[in-house]
């Protein structure tokens, strides 16, 4: 009905245009073209592609904000702006941009060319920043737009698959309009992330040059609300792929909801019952190659409830014996991706992530061929793992990795924490092996962590020789760096290497509660933090206000700089010093600092991100805060 609804409003735009004899925006100019203010925006895609036709919806959206002229599609004859694929463009989703006189030419080797090509030129020629929505950074408005005859073309991009991870995302999950509920044995995640805000997350990652997206934790393919999220992210061009803990797509939540709705209950246990863990595998690979087809990026391996290894559900394996049986596990899983997925070779990964690290460091782990090794980082020191250093790169396979720039728990999670000059040289690392093949990023409920996100993707597309100042200098204007620089520096790691992080607080206050007795959890915070270097961070995050001159900031990134760097500061401040304050065994001063940290954060929830903690479920510090008053009293 929307389709039709669209297309009824396409046809009558034009018919008006044609009634009414409506100026168009676009004109010849002495070197170039014009688009100005007044008039009608043409466009036209030149090739069938329903991912080329929403990237030209936002397209269109974005002529609106910048010159407020009005977009339409219209035949390719009429157009000013025309988007098609074009074989004579070479290499992977590479494209051309052509401004002539009378046209802007938008050409892409393939869809997905296509689609990068009409964002680059957004970005380019109209100004609109990739991560607009999530910055809260509207393009600057212009009277009229010159632009002169030329061509741009799209480097090769270094890494083959590269993206987003949307994970521990209780913020997501909570705002806005809910995509459906989810049925899950969980704490977190009981809804399907809002549609619109899914589509925004697409959009942004599509602008920055990525293609892969992971579109939540523990995706279930057989929920309709869940494979709506899959669908959205197919049709718009983006590989999609499974988190780690859902090899085939497939949660133990997962397997225990197929079960059950066929009226059986049933534990996940491939060494007990390996034909009903088959069965499921086979069922939700189907119903994801139907969904995504050949965007679709399988995941295999094994790992056990929730996120832990696979020995800890299931006695009959041991920590000696998993690698053989991840192994087997693997190899039955490739051969129903390749009964499933008729590509020659089905793009497949494993990632090697805590356990799986030591597995593949022993040699213990044995993949099918072609299948691409994902090594990840330990998310506390943000530092490769032991495989990454000792597993020989072997022909059959490729290799790739996985990043955090969120980190459930130890790691940063309600406040950025990764700093972009530590991300680029774990890219250096990682180029010099020739790990090239898959990159893709943790960034939890992406508004907290958009730096790490931009960083990562562009770096991932242009590689690690391009200076990390320039991609900087992509996301924000030079006048922020000096907040950027003192925020960054202003983190500290702990007694056992791990940089400290809003997460590390929220495990120190539970440290602390989880005693029983006071003394014990302060004895078990004495042992990893260090209260005079907490406090002395908390100092220099506070001291991030005054580490450049706001006014020299542009003014429509004032906002964006309080808000990530400033306000930020202050919050993850007040939560060092409730880490600080435990401590010593200071219940009181917790409480206190504590609520100030509630209070800068609810400065970071106004405008259009109201309400964006009302899912904070993982942290849960309003929960805290009462338990420590209940102590207290």
């Not at 010849?28 to 036709?53: C, M, P, Q, W, Y």
């Not at 393009?139 to 991870?165: C, D, I």
């Not at 005054?546 to 020299?552: F, K, P």
């Amino acid at each position: 009905m929307d389709r039709l609804l669209q297309s009824v409003r396409h046809v009558a735009t034009i018919l008006v245009v044609a009634m009414f004899g409506l100026t168009s925006a676009f004109g010849a100019a002495a070197s170039g073209g014009t688009f100005s203010r007044s008039g009608v925006v043409k466009l036209a895609a030149g090739s069938e592609g329903s991912a080329i036709d929403r990237a030209l919806v936002d397209l269109a959206a974005d002529f609106e904000r910048v010159l407020g002229a009005r977009a339409i599609r219209v035949s390719p004859a009429q157009a000013d702006v025309i988007v098609r694929i074009d074989p004579q463009v070479e290499g992977p989703e590479r494209w051309r941009i052509t401004i002539a006189a009378d046209r802007v030419t938008i050409a892409g080797s393939d869809l997905l060319g296509a689609v990068h090509g009409v964002y680059a030129f957004s970005e380019r020629a109209l100004g609109v920043d990739p991560l607009w929505f999530w910055k809260s950074v509207e393009p600057e408005a212009k009277e009229r737009l010159v632009l002169e005859t030329q061509t741009w073309e799209s480097p090769p991009a270094k890494f083959r698959y590269r993206g987003w991870f949307i994970n521990d995302e209780d913020l997501l999950t909570e705002f806005g309009q809910s995509g459906g509920p989810r049925h899950i044995d969980y704490p977190f995640y009981a809804q399907v992330i809002d549609y619109a805000m899914a589509e925004r997350i697409y959009e942004a990652l599509l602008r920055l040059g990525g293609n892969l997206i992971i579109p939540a934790s523990f995706v279930d393919i057989l929920n309709p609300a869940e494979a709506e999220l899959v669908r959205r992210a197919a049709a718009r061009g983006l590989y999609v792929s499974q988190h780690h803990v859902e090899p085939m797509g497939v949660s133990h939540f997962g397997f225990e909801n197929y079960w059950r709705a066929r009226g059986e209950e049933k534990k996940f246990g491939y060494s007990t019952d390996p034909e009903s863990v088959r069965t499921v595998w086979r069922a939700h690979a189907q119903r994801w190659y139907e969904i995504a087809g050949d965007r679709v990026i399988w995941q295999l391996g094994m790992r056990g409830r929730g996120d832990r290894p696979i020995w800890i559900d299931d006695k009959n394996i041991t920590r000696a014996t998993g690698g053989d049986f991840i192994s087997r596990a693997m190899a039955d899983q490739a051969d129903i991706v390749r009964s499933v997925d008729p590509r020659p070779n089905p793009p497949m990964t494993s990632t090697l992530f805590l356990e799986g690290a030591d597995l593949m460091a022993s040699g213990e782990l044995k993949f099918p061929a072609g299948l691409t090794v994902v090594f990840a980082d330990h998310g506390p020191s943000q530092e490769m793992q032991s495989d990454f250093h000792k597993a020989p790169r072997l022909p059959e396979y490729r290799y790739g990795f996985y990043y955090h720039a969120a980190f459930w728990r130890r790691g940063p999670h309600l406040a950025p924490g990764i700093d972009p000059e530590r991300m680029h040289r774990v890219f250096r690392e990682l180029e010099a092996r020739g790990d090239t093949e898959y990159a893709i990023v943790n960034v939890s409920n992406v508004r907290e962590h958009v730096l790490g996100a931009h960083v990562f993707v562009r770096t991932a597309l242009h590689g690690a020789a391009r200076p990390l100042q320039a991609t900087l200098a992509e996301f924000a204007p030079l006048a922020t760096d000096a907040f950027r620089r003192a925020y960054f520096a202003a983190l500290v790691q702990d007694k056992e290497g791990a940089w400290v992080q809003d997460g590390d607080c929220v495990e120190a206050v539970e440290l602390f509660l989880a005693a029983s007795e006071r003394k014990a959890g302060v004895e078990r915070l004495q042992r990893r933090f260090d209260p005079a270097l907490l406090e002395r961070a908390a100092a220099a995050l506070e001291a991030v206000a005054s580490a450049g001159d706001l006014a020299t900031v542009p003014e429509r990134w004032r906002d964006w700089t309080r808000y990530h760097y400033i306000i930020q500061g202050r919050h993850l401040a007040a939560l060092h010093r409730v880490a600080a304050s435990l401590t010593r065994n200071d219940v009181p001063m917790a409480i206190k600092h504590l609520e100030r940290a509630l209070a800068e954060r609810a400065a970071l929830a106004t405008g259009p991100w109201e309400g964006w903690y009302v899912g904070d479920k993982k942290a849960n510090w309003p929960d805290k805060l009462a338990r420590l008053k209940a102590l207290h009293l």
